[in-house]
């Protein structure tokens, strides 16, 4: 959450960071701001409520800096106001500051430094930090001299850029815990919250570690690691990591587009994997199952629920205690992790705080840890034993929707992978889902017209058993995120124990009911609820007609795969919700891209 980004070159800064500022607005988009500085010391400051588009329209000078630092923000401490965008700065204005993560002894620092005289100007905590560096200053001799000490007592996380106004051409940037990435071009450099601003200027990068802090200058950079109190000799990385943000003229928004791409994104997660009749994985470099006993899996939203599909599918192919977690509350959790526990991560970021703190813990207790991840070269990545690399591409919009199919697509080849017992004949019904995903995407219209015919309803239930109940949880969590609009997955057997007392002609309920081994159970909820005149919309491969609202047909396939029918249908549906109620779909409120606070 929230995004910075500073630059360093020959250039106009000015539109290098309102470019990068909007292929990072993803990360948050209440407000933003930048400072740039030219060579006679001057600045120009601006900061806005709202998006990269209101900055831009604000910003009435052709200020020509070659050298400044910028911010998009998702607010956490103070409200969405002009004055807590960032960039920060001291009580003269000469040294500015902007930060992703939070300090979470801000109020303690704060008290400390009012009652020496600082004013401050913001509610925010990142402001504290400029006033720190300032204090440091008095009695150091040079900007990244005051940020070493400033930084000792900030708590929390943070990837912070300081600029001095005094000290030209020169960027301190600092991490730990949030994601910080160095771009080294021919006579200019780039710091961001991650690659995709950077891909545009160099596909060369430095990816920081906690606690490194790099010393940005016209001539070049250097790297102290204030961990090993010593410079790093800094290693260059090359990223393959572009963003196309063109005018998309097909599609009216991100997600649909991103939707549509859920086959393609199955395609090329699996390609080379699959090779007569058997599963590879050079990834894992020959890991045996044999040395574990135990399999963890854990994510956030729908990353969790990949790790949900992951749970039942190991449990039913391998012969391991398997359990799927929330990340924010496992590495809280008193696990135990040892050599022979199997730590799965899913992330479409790789940097989503809470997944990164579970996977920094495991791999601390000694746990073999893998990480299923879409964007390369981010933190997770960077941890992990094993990498797996989604290849969904690049995802735009807030809600994640191809990296879902992506995940329970690598999930299924892991545990084929790692199964004893397997029919090869499997993968041939595995390889032709991509048509049946296809299928399910054609159904576009079929899907939009139900929506709107729902779009009345104020509250909707999601059920499903076993291999679609985190198929449910994901349908209300997309319908909830960007329509805005109450739902709730459940387990269809949890009905009668509470929630069907809901249930009225008012509440409509979307069952998945493919013909499963649990099928017929599933019907008896449905009838359930049709008893308690409640609407019903089923999603079954069944020809029978159940006399429900609405049917939607689904092919016939193996009961584990059900979900990648499944899922574009309601990815589908809650776009189509949205659209209808005229939300603003790719960016809803409240929400981020990647969560990198708690
Ligand atoms: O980048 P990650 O996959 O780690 O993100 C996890 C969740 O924040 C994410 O899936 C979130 O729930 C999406 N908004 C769901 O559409």
Redesign the pocket.
């Known amino acids: 959450m929230c995004g910075i980004i500073g630059y360093l070159g020959n250039k106009k800064a000015l539109e290098i960071l309102l470019d990068g500022l909007e292929k990072l607005e993803y990360r948050g988009y209440d407000s933003c701001g930048l400072v740039i500085f030219n060579s006679s010391q001057n600045y120009y400051l601006q900061k806005t409520v709202g998006s990269t588009k209101a900055l831009r329209e604000k910003i009435k000078s052709l200020f020509e800096g070659n050298w400044g630092i910028a911010h998009t923000r998702w607010a956490t401490h103070g409200g969405v106001t002009d004055f807590n965008a960032h960039p920060h700065y001291d009580c003269r204005q000469e040294i500015f500051v902007v930060h992703n993560g939070i300090i979470e002894n801000f109020k303690e620092i704060k008290q400390r430094l009012l009652e020496k005289g600082h004013k401050f100007s913001s509610e925010t905590d990142t402001e504290v930090f400029a006033h720190l560096v300032e204090d440091y200053l008095k009695l150091e001799k040079s900007l990244e001299e005051a940020v070493k000490k400033a930084i000792k007592e900030i708590e929390g996380t943070f990837a912070f850029l300081v600029v001095s106004k005094n000290e030209p051409e020169k960027i301190i940037g600092i991490k730990k815990s949030s994601p910080l990435i160095l771009g080294v071009g021919k006579n200019e450099f780039l710091l961001a919250s991650d690659p995709t601003p950077i891909s545009f200027l160099t596909k060369n990068v430095v990816y920081l570690d906690d606690y490194d802090m790099v010393i940005l200058k016209k001539d070049g950079f250097q790297i102290f690691s204030l961990k090993e109190n010593k410079y790093k000799k800094p290693k260059i990385n090359s990223i393959d990591w572009e963003i196309k943000t063109e005018q998309n003229n097909i599609f009216e928004h991100y997600m649909l587009k991103e939707i549509f791409e859920e086959a393609k994104a199955f395609g090329e997660t699996i390609k080379d994997k699959i090779q007569e009749k058997k599963v590879i994985f050079e990834e894992l470099n020959g890991l045996k199952i044999e040395r574990i006993n135990k399999i963890i899996l854990t ?5 969790y629920y990949a790790c949900l599909y992951g749970k039942y599918l190991f449990e039913d192919y391998l012969e391991k205690e398997t359990r799927a977690e929330i990340a924010s509350e496992l590495r809280y959790e008193n696990y135990s992790y040892d050599k022979k526990t199997l730590f799965i991560c899913i ?3 790789g ?2 705080i809470d ?1 990164l703190e579970a996977l920094k813990i495991a791999k601390e207790k000694g746990a073999i840890t893998v990480g299923i991840i879409n964007v390369p070269g981010s933190s997770m990545t960077r941890i992990v034993d094993y990498l797996i690399l989604t290849k969904a591409g690049p995802e735009l919009a ?3 929707t191809k ?1 879902f199919i992506s995940q329970l697509s690598i999930l299924y080849l892991l545990a084929f992978y790692f199964a004893k017992n397997k029919n090869p004949d499997y993968l041939y019904e595995f390889l032709s889902l991509k048509n049946k995903i296809e299928e399910m995407l054609a159904k576009k219209e079929e899907i939009e017209s139900l929506a709107k015919n729902l779009i009345d309803f104020k509250n909707f239930y999601y059920l499903g058993r076993k291999y679609e109940y985190p198929i449910a949880l994901e349908g209300a ?2 319908l909830k ?1 960007i329509a805005y609009v109450h739902a709730e997955g459940y387990p269809a057997g949890e009905m009668k124990h509470g929630p069907i007392a809901l249930i009225d002609k008012d509440f409509p309920t979307i069952v998945l009911a493919p013909q499963d081994s649990l099928f017929e159970k599933s019907i008896s909820n449905l009838e359930e609820i049709k008893a308690r005149k409640g609407k019903v919309v089923l999603i079954s491969d069944s020809e029978k007609d159940f006399e429900v609202y609405s049917q939607i047909k689904i092919p016939q396939t193996k009961e584990e795969f059900y979900p990648f029918l499944i899922t574009p249908l309601i990815h589908l549906f809650a776009y189509f919700f949205a659209k209808h109620l005229k939300r603003e779909i790719d960016r809803p409120r409240n ?1 981020a891209k ?2 990198t606070v708690e």
């Open positions: 994510g956030c939203g729908t990353a992330s479409q970021s940097e989503t997944t807030v809600a994640s990296a969590l997309k995120e929400l990647s969560v």
